[in-house]
Every structure is written in structure tokens, then in C-alpha cells.
């Protein structure tokens, strides 16, 4: 009767013991996983060198030097064309009257005016243009960042600055960060603020 009894308590036990392995797996495996959704995936850019070695910036420039060059042909021909008026009211002078005088020296300060006009008009456009080609290149690298953070996985992209042997983050440079509930402390940081406001009123 004794024997008998043996093979189920000793099965009992195997069970026990596989039981426990298969528990401890399952632990095992709840860490790892953990730990996996704790890991965050960063990375960075030179955004300065992507911004000067992209070649549609080379072409913007190229464009916009094109554009400035010939603000500054027609400047010239003005500014030619005031010399010469200046250079014939010199010559005249002595045999111009007064009234005479005064309408070429009102007829030159009106074309430098329009001169200094002109001048800071073609100032702002190039300005303004510059501008929005400097926003065209960032929204490109951008949107290429993004495009490849997404794709591996990458939670934060961050721009860095190299200088020699050391790399540092830029302040505060965050150019990609992936849209999870989970990052985003606005809500618990609203209530704190609100219930350490409320204790100190």
C-alpha cells in the first residue's frame, strides 16, 4: 500500500517543481518585457552640417544670389544715371539760373531717394525670400528625420554640436519625439501645480 502511494505524491511533486519553472518563466519573461517598454531608442543629428551639405540649399543660394545680382545691376544703372545728373549740373552750373539749379537738384534728390527706396525694398525681398528658403531646407530635414526616427524606432531625435572630440545636445534642440500618451507628463504636472497652489493659498 505504501509503494503505491508513492508514484502520485512523487508526481505531485514533479508537477509542483514545473509548475514553479513555468512561473518563474513567465516572471522571467515579464522582466524582460518590462524592461523593453522601458528602453527608449535616442538619437541625433548634425543639423548644421545636413543644413549646409544638402544640396537644395547649394541651389537655393545659387538662386538667391542670382536674384541679388540683378537687384544690384538695377541699383547700379540708377545710381549711373543720378551720377550723371549730378555731373551735368556741374558742368551747368555756371550758366543755369537758380530756378534752373534748383529744379535738377530737386530732380537728383528725387532720384536718390527713389534710389534708397528701391535699395531697401530689394533688401527686404531678398531677406524675406532667404528666409523662406532657410525654412524650406529645416522643414525638409525635418520631415526626413522623422520619416527615418519612425521607421527604427527612434523615440527622441535630438541636434548636437561638434566641435573637435566632444558632442554636445543643443538647448533645447528636441527635433523629433514619437507621439506616445505614455511620455506626455502634462496632466500629472497640471494637478501638482494645482494641488501644491491650493496648499500654499
Known amino acids: 500500500m505504501r509503494k503505491e502511494n508513492k508514484r502520485p505524491v512523487f508526481l505531485a511533486i514533479l508537477l509542483c517543481f514545473l509548475l514553479g519553472l513555468g512561473i518563474c518563466s513567465l516572471l522571467g519573461l515579464g522582466i524582460q518585457a518590462a524592461k523593453a517598454d522601458i528602453y527608449l531608442k535616442i538619437g541625433y543629428v548634425d543639423f548644421e552640417k545636413l543644413f549646409n551639405e544638402y544640396e537644395k540649399t547649394e541651389d537655393l543660394d545659387a538662386r538667391l544670389n542670382r536674384q541679388a545680382e540683378e537687384y544690384q545691376q538695377t541699383l547700379e544703372e540708377k545710381k549711373e544715371e543720378i551720377e550723371s545728373l549730378t555731373n551735368e549740373l556741374e558742368k551747368q552750373s555756371s550758366i543755369l539760373t537758380e530756378e534752373a539749379k534748383q529744379e ?10 527713389e534710389w534708397n527706396s528701391l535699395a531697401q525694398e530689394f533688401n527686404e525681398k531678398l531677406q524675406e525670400q532667404g528666409a523662406e528658403y532657410t525654412e524650406e531646407i529645416k522643414s525638409d530635414i ?13 523615440r527622441f531625435v535630438f541636434n548636437f554640436i561638434k566641435e573637435e572630440d566632444l558632442i554636445y545636445l543643443t538647448e533645447p534642440e528636441l527635433i ?17 501645480l494645482n494641488e501644491e497652489y491650493k496648499e500654499k493659498k
Open 104 to 113: 535738377k537738384q530737386t530732380e537728383i534728390q528725387q532720384k536718390v531717394d
Open 176 to 192: 523629433y519625439i514619437a507621439p506616445d500618451p505614455e511620455l506626455d507628463l502634462t496632466e500629472k504636472v497640471f494637478l501638482r
Open 142 to 154: 525635418v520631415a526626413m528625420v522623422r520619416i527615418i526616427a519612425e521607421k527604427e524606432g527612434y
